[in-house]
T-cell receptor, first 115, second 114 residues
């Protein structure tokens, strides 16, 4: 069965701290995609990254980086030098089934960055 | 990524009335759109898949007669909440799917049923 677990419900950090958001998943598929989305207080979901399971290289985009570990079924997201504007709910997601595009989301991690 | 709009952004209605929410793909022709529902402090739950020119497919537990979906063109899908009740109050979000299986989401519609 497809499942995404974000065990951290809420995280609070002070500006400029680094923070890692955890995502653990279960999938019956041998190849699959993983996603991270950001949901700021306005509510709109912002696409952050899509990762294919055959590519285990870590990805870095500015202050954002992602660590994909297929062996532990984890796809963790790190924000370095956090800023107040990073305050949001972050969702990790996995397709419900391949080739349909349907996503199953984790419960989300609320990140609060204090000045 | 695709640009997606939703209208209205916020709606308040009386119990028993029907509410229509529009989802538009502004720069991309979307054969497939999705509708999600998000209750406060909860995750997104997929309600249905909207397919252009054919019937929507609904997830288990979602009443198709209550949540009517119409996807009449490649840029517009509508969700009508029929005979809305307070328990239908939620944040409704649509998304479009591109050829790379990436989803881009609309800004959401907050429905409050009194």
């Amino acid at each position: 069965a497809q499942k995404v677990t974000q065990a951290q419900t809420e995280i609070s950090v002070v500006e400029k701290e680094d923070v890692t958001l955890d995502c653990v998943y279960e999938t019956r598929d041998t190849t699959y995609y993983l996603f991270w989305y950001k949901q700021p207080p306005s509510g709109e979901l912002v696409f952050l990254i899509r990762r294919n399971s055959f590519d285990e290289q870590n990805e870095i985009s500015g202050r954002y980086s992602w660590n994909f570990q297929k062996s532990t079924s984890s796809f963790n997201f790190t924000i370095t030098a956090s800023q107040v504007v990073d305050s949001a709910v972050y969702f990790c997601a996995l397709p419900l089934s391949s080739n349909t595009g349907k996503l199953i989301f984790g419960q989300g991690t609320t990140l609060q960055v204090k000045p | 990524g695709a640009v997606v709009s939703q209208h209205p952004s916020r709606v308040i209605c009386k119990s028993g009335t029907s509410v229509k929410i529009e989802c538009r793909s502004l720069d991309f022709q979307a054969t497939t759109m999705f509708w999600y529902r998000q209750f406060p402090k909860q995750s997104l739950m997929l309600m249905a898949t909207s397919n252009e020119g054919s019937k929507a497919t609904y997830e288990q537990g979602v009443e198709k007669d209550k949540f009517l979906i119409n996807h009449a063109s490649l840029t517009l899908s509508t969700l009508t909440v029929t005979s809305a009740h307070p328990e239908d109050s939620s944040f409704y979000i649509c998304s479009v799917l591109n050829s790379y299986n990436e989803q881009f989401f609309g800004p959401g519609t907050r429905l409050t049923v009194l």
